[in-house]
Every structure is written in C-alpha cells, then in structure tokens.
C-alpha cells in the first residue's frame, strides 16, 4: 500500500522560508514521479512544482519560480519543497502526489496523479 504523509508547513512571515517533507512509503522514488500542489481557500487546486523518477527533472509553476525548489532523497523515499520568499498569496494547504506511470518526465496537472497524502498548511501572514 502506498502512503504520502506531508509535513513542516506552518505560520510564517512575509519574506520567510519553509521546508516541507513528502515521505512517501510503499513505492520507491525511482519509479514515482512526484508533484507538489496547493490549494487555497475558494480557488483550484494548482501545481506548484513536480520531479521526474530517476533523472530528477523538475517542473516549476510560473508563479513560483525563482523561489521554490523541488529536491529528493532516495534514501530516505523524500521529496522536499523549499519555499522561499514567502508571499500572503502562498497561503493553502500544500500536497504531495505521486504518479508510477511518468517516466523520466513529470506534469503539473493533479488529474495525472495517484496517490494523494492529507495535505499541510502553510498560512503566510504577518
């Protein structure tokens, strides 16, 4: 069975960082691409960020370029989201997905993607 368990989102400042964590048991990462996603208050769920499996290639929201990088240790089966330069229009609850059929590429589009953890909250507010 394949479990997505995200954390480290939180109440931060304008200008401030985070790291959020995708901990991802039951499949391995080099068979898994993954994909961050959020989803604020009254809008869509939106891609933000996603990472091929075995090449590591990465795909960045306009939005966010700049500021976020994806990165993965396959040691640990971890995705990671820096996000940095936190903005108010950063505020939603950030999810990690995976998707076992992409190879060597990865999409920001959430239909693609299978297996889905609860989600964090990042609330930016000063």
């Known amino acids: 069975q394949v479990q997505v368990v995200e954390s480290g989102g939180g109440l931060v400042q304008p200008g401030g960082s985070l790291r959020l964590s995708c901990v991802v048991s039951?499949?391995?990462?080099?068979?898994?691409?993954i994909g961050w996603f959020r989803q604020a208050p009254g809008k869509e769920r939106e891609g933000v960020s996603c990472?091929?499996?075995?090449?590591?290639?990465?795909n960045y929201a306009e939005s966010v370029k700049g500021r976020f990088t994806i990165s993965r240790d396959k040691t640990k089966n971890t995705v990671y989201l820096q996000i940095n330069s936190l903005k108010p229009e950063d505020t939603a609850v950030y999810y990690c997905?995976?998707?076992?059929?992409?190879?060597?590429?990865?999409?920001?589009?959430?239909?693609?993607?299978?297996?889905w953890g609860q989600g964090t909250q990042v609330t930016v507010s000063s």
């Open positions: 990472i091929s499996n075995q090449d590591e290639r990465t």
């Open positions: 997905a995976g998707d076992p059929r992409l190879f060597r590429r990865c999409i920001l589009r959430d239909a693609e993607y299978d297996y």
């Open positions: 039951g499949f391995t990462l080099d068979y898994l691409a």
